[in-house]
């Protein structure tokens, strides 16, 4: 079996993790009647998840659901509804990493937490770059009642992607 | 005469219980003992049930002085407070529980980490993974413990063996509180103070093991002793209290929420019947734990006169202390541990319950 510790290079050890890092089911989705029960839910639930640790695995637990469901929301051609989720993924993924940093600075010993980021990171750019590939480049969206606007849908994705190729 | 029994042998148990230090906790064993309970494991456990049968005949001793009333209150406690010193120098032999507490303190007050979120196995590098058993758990304790945690884990000042002790000297304070409430809730009768008091498990999971199971224990006796003297708000703070420790206490709820419905003696029969039930109900979320026992004796204490309860009470008490003996054996949990264990544990109150069934149906027998 192969022993990640064996891996000396960075970029493999991440790609190695980011086989065996699964993303989670996003359970409710938008549209559903208790959608914005479950997001007051993820809110108070920061509040529990005192600690730079606690908030990271919170944070990076966000990051990894509003990431599927941004995928699943772009396979329905939810647009609009897509790019929030990608936003907000994007969002708890800088307050993850802003955690890890927060965790350094008070002398944990971060090294499992990182390894378990960047193999996050290596996912996360692995479903964005699949979701590019199936979308559009630009949308323009018409809502009922306003004038249209165009959604930057692969700016958005590549915003993301550069997001996750932190240091 | 009584207290040089009851020192020796409490001092025996202290011994004793050196050799189960973990190899990679930094206080080193004395060879004599490192080699008896490694290598001489048949007489290991020999010596710890002989150890186990010599609390029995102490405390069967007392309480048999305490019926016949020749018994002080100055030497009934003399001979608590002995105990207690003596074992509060002991090694935690039995269990590793009071390193998860410990664990779960520093989470929480040292890394200053949520430890419903983070383990112990988080912190690379934590010293205390060496010889921690549970590193990979979350807090299993309630809110309340964890912050009553703070005191021994700063007064433990970062140092593992004082940490421990302070531990411990946590657990004997309760330990004493919950014998004198014992004593005053049963009007200052010696015989249930004994009765909770020396009895081998209590002394073993609480002075040796240091296990908070009291401390939960005390708390809800409390609470019953508030909402007695009419303070019921306080009452249910201290109940609420209480199942923060270890949410075992949640079962008493509804005889709290009826408690002026029962008399005093029936509500303390049916808490100890309530605690039976979730000491029962053990295995359904993992297996019983000797320790959980007190959650019944400590009720049974207050009813000694109900004869079933004091021999379920007891049978429970030397069987779950028998629990001990295929570990001490072979050293591990699997094999025929877990049978053996079964046995140990059902047995004797089985053999008691039929005991008590066939005095039942005795007199029908002779007419």
Known sequence: MLNIGSIKNNFFKAAFLAVVYVLPYPGLM??????????????????????????????????????????????????????????????????????????????????????????????????????????????????????PRQLAIHQGLQKAISIRQFK | MMKVIIFVWSLLLVIFSYGFVEHSFPLPTPDFLFQLIHTHRGLTTLIYIILVFGLFGIYFYLLRRAKQKRITVRQTWSFVILVSLVLFFSWPAFSHDIFNYMATAKVTFFYQENPYLVMPMEF???????????????????????????????????????????????ILGFYLALCWLIWKMSHRDHYALIFFAFNPLVLIETLVSAHNDVVMMFLVLLAFWLAERRQRFWGWIVWLASVGIKFATIALLPLIIFLRRFKRQKWFVWSAVAMLLVFLAAPLREEIYSWYWIWVVSFVALIPQKRFFRWLAWAFSFSLLLRYTPFLYWRNYGGLTPMVKALTTFVPPTLMLIFFGWQKIRPWHHA
């Not at chain 1, 529990?48 to 509003?66: C, P």
């Not at chain 1, 937490?113 to 199936?134: C, D, I, P, R, T």
């Open chain 1, 30 to 147: 938008p549209g559903h009647h208790l959608y914005p029960v479950k997001q007051l839910f993820d809110q108070a639930y920061a509040y529990f998840a005192f600690g730079s640790f606690a908030r990271h695995k919170y944070e990076l637990a966000l990051a990894d659901k509003k990431l599927v469901e941004m995928k699943v929301l772009f396979e329905y051609r939810q647009y609009l509804l897509a790019l929030t989720a990608l936003d907000q993924s994007n969002n708890h993924f800088q307050k993850a990493v802003d955690f890890v940093v927060a965790a350094q600075v008070q002398g944990k010993n971060i090294q499992t937490k990182m390894a378990n980021l960047q193999a996050a990171a290596v996912k996360h750019q692995e479903v964005l770059e699949s979701v590019m590939g199936q979308t559009p480049a630009d949308f323009w969206w018409q809502p009922e009642k306003d004038e």
């Open chain 2, 124 to 170: 690379t590098g934590e010293p205390m993974l060496a010889f921690m058993h549970a590193a990979n758990k979350f807090a299993l304790y309630g809110p309340a413990w964890i912050l009553l945690t703070a005191i021994p884990h700063f007064l433990g000042w970062g140092n593992l063996i004082l940490t421990v002790f302070t531990f411990k000297l946590l």
